[in-house]
């Protein structure tokens, strides 16, 4: 049998063969470019009906951590609708194809987060399309390393928020409405939130912002039967890094400082959401998951 996700291997020594290089992307990057492509568990992730009929809406779903998600949801045999922008349709295709190898429904929206009208539409267009909605992953993000405080421009501190923040409100406050209890929204926060890298303000900013978001409104909606939880990655091997997440020079030690050594794959994240995702989380509300090598946190 192929190796799956539950196949047993030295966690120091997975995905040895991959070696990531210097290397930078204009845009939001794709990962057809990627000179060292990511693992979203195309060849591996093995489901066993943990997310049955289920209808879920996930962001950044083209590519990296929210690509690995969408093909883990499908094969646990969930239907997906997926956000990206425009300029990703390559990756999101791919994706797509994943999805309906799996048996399951792909709607894909392609559109801009930081438009609220978009959000509202992308929300609408998942009830429609899918008879209802029962997971939010709100995954997409913007992440530009800015050395100094004196370059970090208004426009992109700006953005960032939009993309991160704002989006997940507009998109959760939206998506509320039709969710029924048992449903479940996970939020993707970072490491960043409590170990900020000094070259990445803004956006570590943001993740906070998604960590203290998500344990006020996993209190407030717990009573109607709505769970919201947070899965907070390392340092994973994904365009976003690519496309001026970190200093191309510092990515072939990307990820070499966790403890386990080595940089995560979009692959060994998916497994979180699915938890956080399915009914076995049941009691499991305004927790964050950590996915990040070993590092310690609050
Ligand atoms: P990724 O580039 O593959 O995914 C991010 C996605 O965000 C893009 O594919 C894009 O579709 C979407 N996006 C960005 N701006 C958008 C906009 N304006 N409108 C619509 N969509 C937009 O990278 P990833 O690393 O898989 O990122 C997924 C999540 O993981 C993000 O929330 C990121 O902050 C988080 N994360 C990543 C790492 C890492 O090391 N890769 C670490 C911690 C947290
Ligand atoms: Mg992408």
Redesign the pocket.
């Known amino acids: 049998m192929a190796p799956d996700q539950y196949t047993m291997q030295d966690p120091t020594q997975q995905y040895s063969d991959i070696d990531t290089t210097a290397q930078s992307q204009a845009g ?4 057809s470019r990627l000179k060292e492509h990511a693992d979203h568990g195309e060849d591996s992730y093995r489901g066993s009906g943990r997310l049955t009929g289920r209808k879920a809406l996930i962001t ?1 779903a ?3 951590i ?2 690995a998600v969408a093909i883990a949801f499908a094969r646990e045999g969930a239907d997906v609708v997926l956000s ?2 425009p300029e ?1 349709e390559e ?2 295709r791919w994706i797509v194809e994943m999805i309906k190898d799996a048996g399951r429904k792909a709607l894909t929206v392609p559109g801009d987060v930081t438009d609220p009208e978009y959000c509202r539409r992308l929300v609408d267009t998942a009830v429609e399309g899918l008879g209802g909605l029962d997971i939010v992953v709100n995954n997409a993000a913007k992440q530009q390393f800015v050395d100094k405080l004196e370059d970090l421009s208004e426009e992109q501190f700006d953005e960032t928020f939009k993309t991160n923040v704002y989006a997940m409100f507009w998109i959760c406050k939206a998506a509320v409405p039709h969710l029924t209890p048992g449903s479940t929204i996970i939020n993707t926060s970072s490491i960043q939130a409590y170990q900020p890298s000094p070259g990445l303000l803004d956006y570590a900013t943001t993740k906070a912002s998604i960590n203290a978001f998500s344990k006020g409104l996993a209190q407030q909606l717990a009573p109607r039967g709505i769970r919201v939880n947070v899965v907070a990655p390392g340092p994973i091997w ?3 890094q690519t496309a001026g997440g970190q200093p191309p020079e510092e990515l072939p030690e990307f990820g070499e400082s966790t403890p386990l050594g080595r940089p995560g794959q979009p692959a060994e994240l998916a497994p979180a959401f699915v938890f956080l995702a399915s009914p076995e989380s049941s009691y499991v509300s305004g927790e964050t998951l950590n996915v990040n090598g070993g590092s310690p946190t609050p």
């Open positions: 939001p990057g794709l990962d950044g083209d590519s990296g929210g690509a990206y922008l990703e990756d999101a994904t365009p976003l």
